[in-house]
């Protein structure tokens, strides 16, 4: 079809120009979705700039802050709404599934529902925008994804998220997995399986995800994580893994296990070594690659000195999500938790100064670290493991979940999650462990337990956060190879081999037996942590070898004790 010039008569009604290279996506959504383009304009890959002018004009609150990104609000919903994830139960999902408290069912007729639900609300708007991109940077893997959603805000969010598709990637763009994102709509409470008016679901046969009821953007995130926890495993052989990894000049990786508030993010954003991805990878036949185009940082307290690689990409397409600011200069306080703990900044990958572009890897990882956040300070903050303990913390996945990650987190509380992802775990997490295990094996991996959380004592007992530059001279001395060779002593009831020096790390530091100073009983908090951590891998029990079962704490029942 000939160019043809831009007059009045040619607008949409909504006053969006139609354009004839969105003609494709258009009728696309239109055979499969019902969505009407006559009605609703559909906004297909927008610019940055546009996204910014559309969010300002459209959604309430939207500004943009002194260092150039968006800010955004997420409404009620701050953080992830685990409770309310379903799967599809079909066919083809049945058998591979770990189907319990993390992945609930929902049936064929209940997803029909819903998703019926959201497109009716997406056809109410006067426009509505799609983001095509990648998700896996390795292309033998990676999947499509395409994101149809009513807000700039999710839009800039996804494209900031995905691998960005080049212009001739775009033009004959087909997905392999769609998001229809209707989170401003609730889902209907009295439907069959709905325990409140929020719903993220996914289908794997019909490969497709729908949002009602929450505007949290990291959902859309984590729903395309829990995709691939299902899609590497089953039909690859492809190990998915909630981490972050980076790079040194030698071409050793390292691969940081954690949850949200470990420290995956921070530290993996190290000057002195190329970052990979900060939360999400695949471990494949050839090494490491990121799944993600973006990093998804926590703000609460960020500063340009704690985190200058960080706080230098928060700029220009990057969007703020739930911060506060002042309205005058734009400047944004990152200690304010007015609205959530866990504020949070989406931006391009590549914003991060030393990052490794494309975002892949071609050597195995030589370090594993496995992170946690204790609040009983009573681990230690660095601990070397042999394989069968590397398994028993893997599986356990303990951290101290941070407030603010997920609704109705306030203060820090005692979790274990498995493989440290269990919210977004697809299969059972002896399949994730035994591929683990596997690749450590056969590529000679070296694993540590770091702990980021409380020394001295606990969080409520007088003790404080281990400071980060600490933890990055524990990281230093894990890299060069000095801290392996250091002599070791084994840690009570865990049984876990302490360092007795760390380069520029206060010996005392390393033992928590020796730098104890809280108002609780140091022997009795121990204690208490390995009956948690025993009590927890019960559920694991009938899986795991007996070398694995002796790998973890070790306390006497009795009761005296």
């Known amino acids: ?62 500004a943009i802050t002194a260092s150039g990104a968006l800010s955004a609000y997420s409404g009620a919903k701050t953080g992830r709404s685990p409770s309310d994830k379903r799967i599809v139960e079909e066919d083809s999902s049945k058998k591979d ?23 009716d609300y997406l056809n109410t708007r006067k426009r509505i925008y799609v983001v095509d991109g990648f998700a896996g940077w390795d292309e033998r893997y990676r999947i499509r ?24 990637e775009l033009e004959h763009f087909h997905p392999d997995y769609v998001i229809y994102n209707a989170g401003a709509f609730p889902a209907n409470r009295y439907t069959s399986g709905m325990t409140s008016s929020t719903s993220v679901a996914v289908n794997f046969a019909d490969k497709e995800m729908v949002i009602l009821g929450t505007e949290y953007a990291g959902e859309m995130k984590k729903g395309i ?41 921070t530290l993996s954003a190290d000057p002195k070594r190329a970052l990979i991805g900060d939360d999400e990878h695949c471990w494949s036949d050839t090494g490491i690659f990121n799944i993600e185009g973006g990093c998804y940082a926590k703000c609460i307290g960020l500063s340009a000195e704690k985190e200058p690689d960080i706080f230098g990409a928060i700029k220009f397409g990057a969007i703020l999500e739930n911060v506060v600011f002042d309205p005058a200069t734009r400047l944004v306080d990152y200690d304010d938790d007015t609205l959530t703990e866990n504020t949070r900044c989406a931006y391009p990958i590549e914003y991060i100064e030393n990052t490794k572009i494309p975002c892949i890897s071609e050597h195995h990882p030589k370090n594993i670290v496995l992170l946690t956040c204790d609040a009983r300070g009573v681990l230690p903050p660095i601990s070397k493991l042999n394989k069968e303990q590397t398994m028993y913390h893997f599986i356990s996945g303990y951290t101290s979940k941070m407030a603010g990650t997920e609704q109705g987190i306030t203060e820090p509380q005692a979790t274990f999650s498995a493989c440290f992802a269990q ?139």
Request: glycine share 6%; with cysteine.
């Open 1 to 62: 079809m000939p160019a043809q010039s831009v007059n009045k008569t040619s607008l949409h009604p909504t006053g969006v120009q139609p354009s004839t290279e969105h003609t494709e996506i258009e009728e696309e959504l239109h055979d499969k979705a019902h969505i009407d383009y006559d009605r609703v304009a559909i906004v297909a890959n927008p610019s940055v700039a546009a996204l910014y002018e559309d969010a300002l004009v459209y959604e309430t609150g939207s």
């Open 423 to 561: 919210p977004f775990l697809a299969l059972h997490p002896m399949r994730y462990a035994n591929m683990l295990a596997t690749k450590i094996e056969e590529h000679k991996a070296d694993a540590w337990l770091l702990n980021t959380g409380w020394v001295g004592a606990g969080a409520t007992t007088g003790g404080k956060r281990c400071p980060l530059k600490y933890t990055r001279a524990i990281l230093d001395a894990i890299h060069s190879g000095e801290l392996a060779k250091v002599e070791y002593e084994t840690y009570e009831t865990f049984g876990l081999s302490v360092p007795k020096t760390c380069p520029n790390v206060p010996d005392e530091l390393l033992n928590p037996a020796k730098s104890w100073n809280g108002t609780a009983n140091f022997k009795g908090e121990v204690e208490k942590l390995g009956k948690l951590f025993m009590e927890n891998f019960k559920r694991y029990e009938d899986q795991a070898t007996d070398e694995v079962l002796k790998a973890g704490p070790h306390v006497c029942c009795c009761p005296k004790h």
């Open 225 to 265: 994580f829990t995709v691939l926890f299902y899609e590497m495993p089953v039909k690859h052989n492809v190990l998915t893994l909630h981490s972050s990894a980076n790079e040194g000049k030698n071409g050793d990786v390292t691969v940081f296990f954690g949850l949200s508030g470990t420290g995956k993010t």
């Open 97 to 119: 599934v770990w189907w319990g408290p993390v992945n609930k069912p929902m049936t064929p007729d209940v997803w029909r529902i819903n998703r019926e639900r959201a497109i």
């Open 145 to 168: 994804v395409r994101v149809v959603c009513a807000r700039a805000y999710h839009a800039l969010f996804m494209r900031n998220m995905l691998i960005r598709p080049s212009k001739a």
